[in-house]
């Protein structure tokens, strides 16, 4: 694994968390460090911090408010 990948592992929280619970894929950036991308990509999936996912927990609190409204009327 090269330097470049080592730091940025180390920097960024997400990528190093997803890393320390699924750590086979160690075996894969050492051999080929552009999977980097696809882990963070899970991480992100798996964290739910996606656009998407904002999103949708944006839209399931604005529900829950509006069904909260609709029972106090």
Do not use: C
């Not at 997803?18 to 999977?35: A, M």
């Not at 991308?37 to 656009?51: C, D, G, H, M, P």
Request: aromatic share 12%.
């Amino acid at each position: 694994m090269n330097l470049y990948t080592i730091n940025y592992i180390k920097n960024n929280e997400l990528v190093y968390r997803y890393l320390r619970e699924d750590s086979y894929w160690y075996k894969y950036l050492n051999r080929d460090s552009s999977v980097l991308s696809t882990i963070e990509e899970l991480a992100k999936k798996k964290y739910q911090v996606r656009a998407e996912d904002r999103l949708k927990k944006l839209s399931d609190d604005i529900g829950l408010i509006s069904t909260l409204l609709n029972v106090i009327k």
